[in-house]
C-alpha cells in the first residue's frame, strides 16, 4: 500500500451502505482552504475518481456502483462518504435505495469541487478504466430502460384506463394547456404514450410530435391520429432525442415522464437542445412520496421528486424557473406543475 493510501485510510470515516450523505459545503457556502485540500484528497485515489466518473454518467446506488467497478460494498460505501464530505456527491434516498449523482451548484464559479470535477471530466478518456467503466454503466443503464419498455409495451392498450384509476389525467392536463403559449409552431410530448395529451397540445401548436420509448405505445397513438397531419409519432429513449430536433420546438411538455427515467438530468440537457431559446418547459410529475407499489406496478424508477431537486436540475441545464404548482389528488399522490423557460446555450 502506497504512502497516499495509508493516509487515506488513517482518516475517521464511517461506512454506510445506505444513508444519506450531505457534503458540509451544502451548508457552509463557499469553500473554505480546508475544503479546497478535502477536495484534492478526495481525488487523489483512482476509485474515487472512477466513482465520480460513471455517478456523472447517471445516478446510481450503491449495489450498480459495485456491479461496475466488481468491488465490495463497504469498500465503494467508504469511497461514496470521502467524495461527499469533499463537497462532490450528494444523494436522494428512493424507498430502500439510495442513489448517488454529483452535487449540482447553480454557481459553479463559485464552487471549487465543481469546477475541478468540471476538469476531470474534460480528460475523461484518459480517467482509469474509462472505457470499461462507460460500458458497464451503459449496461446498468440499458437494464433499467428494458425493463421500463417491457412493462409499457405490456400495458399500451389499456394504459389511459391504468393511468386515471391511480391519477386521474384531467387534473393536470387542462393546467398544462394554461402554461402553454397561445401559439406555437411545434410542440414535443415526450413520454407521449398512447397520445391521450395530445389532442390538448393540438389546441395550442400546428404540430405535435409525440416521442415515447415505447414501439406499442406508439403504435396505439398511430392508431387514434390515421390521418391527421399536423401529428408526428417518433420512437426513441428521451435521455436521446433525435439531432434533427435540435432547437426546432417551441414548447416541451414531459407529463408523468421523469419518475420513469434512468437519467432524468441527461434528458433536461437534451430537451435543452431540441428547445428554442426562450422556449418553454412543462413538467408534470409526483412530489416524492413512499408508495413502494409505484415501483413494482408501474415501472417507476424515481419515487416522485422533490421540487428542490428539480429546481436545481433546470438552473443547472440552463432553465429559468418560471413558476412551480403543487396539485392535491383524490388519491395517495401530490403532482408537481412546472413552468420554465430555456436561457440560451448551456
Known sequence: MSLKDMSL????????????????????GAFQDRDILLAIKALSDETRIRVLRILSIAPLNVQEITEVLDMGQSRISRHLKILADAGFLTSQREGSWVYYSPKVSNDDSQDFSAKFHTLLLDFEKNLPY??????????????RDLKRSKY?????????SIQSDVLDPVLYRNKILDLLPEHSSRILDLGCGPGGLIPYLLMKSQEVIGIDSSEKMIKEAKSSFLNNSQVHLLTSEIETLPENLIQSADSVVASMVLHHLSNPPQAMKEIHKVLKDD????????????QEIMRDNFADLWLGFESELLTDWLNHTGFSLESIEEVESQKYFKVLIIKAKKRGGL
Open 130 to 143: 474509462s472505457e470499461q467503466d462507460l460500458v458497464k454503466t451503459k449496461d446498468i443503464l440499458k437494464q
Open 279 to 290: 422556449g418553454t418547459f412543462i413538467i408534470v410529475d409526483l412530489k416524492k412520496h413512499n
Open 9 to 28: 485510510e488513517r482518516e475517521s470515516v464511517e461506512t454506510y451502505a445506505d444513508s444519506i450523505l450531505v457534503p458540509p459545503s451544502s451548508v457552509k
Open 152 to 160: 409499457f409495451d405490456d400495458v399500451a392498450q389499456n394504459w389511459e
